[in-house]
């Protein structure tokens, strides 16, 4: 039987993997294991408004002499009055020259990431959560302060007044509940999320800088003092006594062709060399640092959203107490499923498996398995040729991280 064109490139792919991994065997596991986080395109899927739509509420809060605004998501099915669901919070800042609206849009709108938001949280990619989107301008007008604004004010406000994990205003309930707080922002808002890292480590576990380098000693944009300020960076963590990779997490993304990325660049490779404060992988679990890069990527929010969209599903994953989605999930039946055989001829099902290496269930990793990944090679969560029992790694795309996670195992029995 000959092999569909397709099946022949995937599986071509694959065999080649094994061969390089074969050659290069001798080196630490651990080093591919950290692989790179893959910016994977948005779904067109996600672009349609959700029938599961979550809503956009209005707060204000006094800073100084200024009255500020800014806006939250709640989540489709969000109950105010079932306070035995918690929620985890996400807050996401806006770039320079622009405010609190450009995220989400006011009470009714459906802009581009709260339908991709609805969406995932409709498909059971995330789990429901709340999102935030502040504004440092006004108040104290700076992004180098504005986690003073967010700390005192913003936090306390949003996480008592919905049904969040924070317990009170109090700060050593922030600290307590830091493991469901997430922080991250595009251009200026990651200069902002820098700034905030630097300064409430102690109250948010997890940031997204999007295209946009830490200024804290360099006091701008630039390639130069890339060094000293991973050292700084590095120092953040270690003088709160918090330790990789699960008490701090990173995950930073720009465009090969956005303005950021020749600045962003020298901080990134900087900060890998910091092995024993950043564990460089895209496993959220394993490391606590990686750098998407997407190929051709500008400076422009379509990009941005699909930055959010690629981290989103790694928020709140090395977290004690994890928030469950409410959507059905490829969870097994009691309703039998045909195992393929070494030589499938039909795309697999989600079949579950003993051994997640063990794909097609014969009891040991070999070409069977390997020829169930060329099936579906290089597809993506969403898409109709995407199984989940396939992506091994569980990061949403079937590719090399997957080969290479058969090929340490290759030829054995499970």
């Known amino acids: 039987m000959f092999l ?90 806006h770039g320079g020259g622009e405010d609190e609206t450009l995220l989400f849009g006011g009470p009714g709108q459906n802009k581009e ?19 935030v989107t502040p504004s440092f301008y006004k108040g104290n007008n700076d992004v180098a302060t504005f986690h003073q604004e967010l700390s005192k004010t913003i936090i306390p406000l949003v996480e008592t007044k919905y049904n969040t994990y924070l ?44 295209s946009g380098d830490c200024w804290a000693l360099t006091g701008g944009a630039g390639t130069t003092g890339a060094a000293k300020t991973a050292e700084y960076l590095a120092s953040i963590p270690k003088k709160y006594g918090y330790k990789a990779p699960h008490d701090y997490k990173l995950f930073c993304a720009t465009g090969s062709e956005d303005i950021a990325y020749p600045n962003m660049k020298p901080q990134m490779d900087e900060l890998k060399k910091l092995t024993d404060t950043f564990i460089y992988s895209n496993d959220p679990i394993e490391g606590n640092f990686y750098f998407m890069v997407a190929s051709g990527g500008t400076h422009w ?25 409410n959507t059905p999930t490829n969870t097994p039946t009691n309703t039998p499923t045909n195992t393929p055989t070494n030589t499938p001829t039909n795309t697999p ?58 090929a340490a195992k290759f030829n054995t029995v499970v």
Not at 120 to 128: H, S, T, V
Not at 305 to 320: G, W
Not at 373 to 387: E, H, K, M, P
């Open 4 to 93: 569909k064109k397709g099946l022949k490139k995937g599986l071509s792919f694959i065999l080649s993997g094994i061969m390089v991994f074969s050659m290069v065997a001798t080196i630490n596991l651990s080093v591919f294991a950290a692989g790179e986080k893959i910016y994977r395109p948005l779904p067109n899927e996600y672009k349609s408004v959700s029938s599961k739509q979550g809503t956009i509420e209005r707060l204000s809060y006094t800073w100084g002499s200024a009255t500020k605004n800014f806006y939250v998501y709640l989540p489709n099915g969000y109950n105010q009055s079932d306070t035995s669901k918690k929620y985890n919070v996400v807050y996401l800042m």
């Open 113 to 131: 990431l709260k339908v991709i938001i609805d969406n995932m949280i409709a498909k059971g990619d995330i789990a429901p959560a709340i999102f």
């Open 167 to 210: 317990a009170s205003k109090s700060t050593e309930d922030m600290k307590a509940s830091r493991d469901h707080r997430a922080f991250g922002g595009f251009s200026m808002g990651s200069v902002c999320t820098w700034y905030t890292y630097i300064n409430c480590l102690e109250y948010i576990k997890y940031y997204m800088p999007y």
């Open 301 to 325: 929010w379509g990009y941005v959203n699909q930055y959010i969209y690629n981290i989103l599903p790694d928020l709140f994953k090395d977290t004690p107490t994890n928030t469950p989605t």
């Open 349 to 406: 099902t989600n079949t579950p498996v003993k051994n997640s290496l063990d794909v097609n269930l014969d009891g040991a990793i070999n070409m069977g398995d390997v020829i169930m990944l060329a099936i579906v090679f290089n597809s993506i969560r969403g898409d109709a040729r995407y199984v989940e029992t396939c992506d091994l790694n569980k990061d949403g795309v079937v590719n090399m991280s997957d080969v290479i996670m058969i």
